[in-house]
């Protein structure tokens, strides 16, 4: 579980971030993303494939995220391929952070809580980002920035694509599906029965 608490996170602490640099929000009443509601679904594509989706709503009050990705790993000549299968749910401060394929998962408090598909242009700035271009990602306009590592298509704080290659390891996703004004159904933000949680509240 410890390994694959979240794929996504992993690529992009291993290529941009070698501090906590995300902007944490420390007060309850700040918007968490720029846009009440979306759906976003993400093709992942590299040593990784798969995809991602991800949907919020009241300004990510509420959100959940759900990762289905095989990856690649390369050791000493030997390839050895994993099945990862995630579910983070995140609602009334609380996230759940799940392994499907284990069917365990753990439960913290978490105000300060900002998926790794969003960026800010300050912390960019920070990791010596410079913007490149502008480019539109299914209708939306992205500013392109470019790190040491990284290429991000920023939409509204969100990363509509992110490519990267280090050390011979190519990582693409890239958003294929946007629908905005959607709502979260309360049965959507049910944990699985049989998943067994680990309760770090307490």
Not at 64 to 69: F, G, L, R, Y
Not at 76 to 86: A, E, T
Request: hydrophobic fraction near 40%; glycine fraction near 4%; charged fraction near 30%.
């Amino acid at each position: 579980m410890k390994n694959n608490i979240n794929l996504s996170t992993f690529f992009l602490a291993f290529l941009f971030f070698s501090t906590n640099v995300y902007s944490q929000t420390k007060n309850d009443k700040i918007k968490r993303y720029n846009i009440e509601s979306a759906f976003i679904k993400y093709s992942i594509s590299g040593n990784t494939k798969g995809e991602e989706i991800l949907k919020f709503d009241d300004f990510g009050k509420r959100e959940i995220s759900k990762t289905d990705v095989v990856r690649e790993v390369v050791f000493y000549s030997v390839k050895n391929i994993q099945k990862i299968k995630l579910l983070n749910v995140f609602k009334n401060n609380f996230l759940y952070a799940i392994d499907l394929n284990n069917k365990t998962g753990i439960k913290t408090i978490s105000k300060e809580y900002i998926n790794d598909n969003k960026f800010t242009k300050e912390d960019i700035l920070k990791n010596g980002g410079i913007l490149i271009a502008k480019n539109d990602i299914l209708g939306k306009n992205c500013e392109v920035w470019k790190t040491r590592n990284l290429k991000i298509w920023l939409w509204k704080g969100l990363a509509l694509k992110i490519k990267s290659k280090i050390v011979g390891k190519k990582y693409e996703k890239i958003a294929t599906e946007i629908k905005e004004n959607i709502s979260i159904l309360p049965n959507e933000l049910m944990i699985p029965n049989d998943i067994k949680i680990t309760d770090y509240t307490k």
